[in-house]
């Protein structure tokens, strides 16, 4: 083979992985087609500790807007979570940094302190023995455990109650809320107990969660459907600007 003939087959070899795996640089696009429900959360920057959430419904002619309202999430800001989206380059989210995740999750189960929440998503009403794992060492890191189930020994290290109003003077802010599922796999330090809860006060920032008055939560779940296959969204804004168009975003107001 000649060295012309040799160049232009590499050339072609080039060209077919760049059609198969895009421009280097490229972010490829989370697959949303099943989703008929969005819940964005949009902060000004990285480390903005308060954000806005809305909701969509997806329709034949794309999405539509349907409600709004303020939301604080982690006290330090966000940085990227693992989720459904690809790994994207800057700051990760790491156990214990005070920062929200920033992606696309899916959402999990409802729970709360009632025996019973009106949601159409699966709910779990939460007992004193109800725990989530944050201890990084354990082999239940980032699950919600029942200590008559796994024994007292296993949640010992955590720091995460699901029954805050028992065990943390009278904290009302997991009286409901949901899962967001980040981390799904449990990497280690990747961050765990990731939930959409009540907030303590307007504004109060949280650990790493979205946090939100009630009313706005009982609304939020009375809305949810589990076979819309709802997602959760959260960016600063600069980062939904840059993926609003490869990853078919919705628009919003500047």
């Known amino acids: 083979m000649t060295d012309s003939a040799l160049s232009t087959l590499r050339f072609a070899g080039f060209m ?7 421009w280097a640089g490229a972010s490829p696009a989370p697959d949303l087609s099943a989703a008929g429900q969005l819940v964005l959360v949009t902060t000004t920057d990285w480390n903005a500790n308060q ?7 997806r329709t034949a002619q794309g ?3 349907e409600r709004f309202f303020p939301v604080s999430i982690g ?5 990227w979570g693992i989720g459904l989206h690809p790994v994207q380059a800057g700051l990760q989210k790491r156990e214990g940094d005070g920062r929200s995740p920033a992606g696309i999750f899916t959402i999990g189960d409802a729970f709360g302190y009632a025996k019973q929440a009106p949601t159409a998503l699966p709910y779990v009403a939460m007992a004193a023995t109800d725990w989530c794992i944050d201890d990084v060492d354990s082999a239940l890191y980032n699950r919600i455990v029942d200590a008559r189930e796994v024994g007292d020994a296993a949640v010992a290290g955590s720091t995460e109650p699901m029954r805050r109003d028992l065990h943390a003077d009278g904290d009302q802010r997991y009286e409901l ?3 967001i599922e980040h981390n799904r796999k449990a990497t280690k330090g ?3 107990c990731i939930f959409a809860h009540l907030w303590k006060a307007p504004g109060a920032t949280t650990a790493g969660c979205t946090a939100m008055a009630e009313t706005d939560m009982r609304n939020l779940l009375v809305w949810l459907r589990p076979d819309a296959h709802p997602l959760f969204m959260l960016l600063p804004l600069g980062e939904y600007r840059r993926l609003q168009a490869a990853w078919k975003l919705p628009d919003i107001p500047d």
């Open 177 to 179: 809320g949901f899962i």
């Open 63 to 65: 999405w539509r807007a």
């Open 190 to 192: 990747a961050g765990s």
């Open 75 to 79: 006290r330090a800001g966000s940085a």
């Open 51 to 57: 954000g806005t959430l809305r909701t969509f419904a």
């Open 16 to 22: 077919l992985a760049v059609l198969a795996c895009g």
